[in-house]
């Protein structure tokens, strides 16, 4: 069984993918992390992140995996454990020059596959149940107003000062949908048979409440 959570950054597919993985107690796949981990190791080898073909030979030579641990969801990139560089503002802004090439989608899309077909998972993404498991059971699409968003992204940083306003981080979500939602494989979009939740005035609670009930006579 794959359930596919889709959305734009800060819509809470995250939490909401955790959350239900662990009620239901299988697999959790953050395909996100995985376009952030490739990321991370293209600018550590100083590796030209417009040069599809070099991102594509650093793929062939990495391995990205998953392990879970007590404190979460752990990322490795060659055996270095890598969740929270991944997370860094200049990963986060790079990250789309990885997710704008085919060539590398293809690969990490086929990763995915490999680790989805180990057994029951929850997966989110961007392009999960357009893309990556069409056959999912269940596709959920989050989305909420990017105002709200924003401020969810702006309370989890460690130091939310001046630099990273509200208004900067407004701005950065406005560019990430923007490059998510235009680019030409595989944007960022809602399928036909996805089930439309919009956060913005639900609590986290309400929204895996809305889930449940629809995995539920799955189960
Ligand atoms: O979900 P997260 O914010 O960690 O994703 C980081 C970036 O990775 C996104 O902005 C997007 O460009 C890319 N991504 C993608 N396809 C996915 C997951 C993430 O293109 N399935």
């Known amino acids: 069984m794959i359930i596919a959570i889709d959305g734009p950054a800060g819509s809470g597919k995250s939490t909401v993918a955790k959350t239900l993985a662990k009620h239901l107690g299988i697999r959790y796949l953050d395909t996100g992390a995985m376009y952030r981990a490739l990321t991370w190791k293209a600018m550590q080898h100083n ?3 417009d040069d599809e073909n070099a991102l594509c030979r650093i793929m062939e030579q990495t391995q990205i995996y998953f392990e879970s641990e ?3 969801l752990q990322v490795f990139v ?5 969740t929270k560089e991944i997370r860094s503002p200049s990963v986060t802004n790079n990250t789309h020059h990885i997710s704008g090439k085919p060539g590398v989608r293809a690969m ?16 989110e993404g961007r392009d999960i149940g357009t893309v990556v498991f069409p056959q999912a059971e269940k596709k959920f699409f ?3 107003r990017i105002e709200i968003r924003a401020k969810r992204r702006f309370r989890e940083r460690e130091t939310p000062d001046n ?4 208004d900067s981080v407004i701005r950065e979500i406005a560019l990430r949908d ?3 939602t235009t680019r030409k494989d595989s944007p960022l979009k809602i399928s036909d048979d996805s089930i439309y939740i919009d956060t913005t ?9 809305r889930i449940i009930k629809e995995v539920n006579p799955l189960i």
């Open 47 to 49: 590796v030209n992140l």
């Open 70 to 72: 007590e404190k979460g």
């Open 78 to 82: 060659d055996g270095r454990n890598v």
């Open 108 to 123: 990490l899309v086929n990763l995915q596959r490999k680790i989805a077909s180990k057994g029951n998972t929850v997966a």
């Open 142 to 144: 989050l989305d909420a």
């Open 163 to 166: 630099e990273n306003s509200l």
């Open 178 to 180: 923007q490059r998510d």
């Open 201 to 209: 005035n639900l609590t986290l609670n309400e929204v895996i409440h």
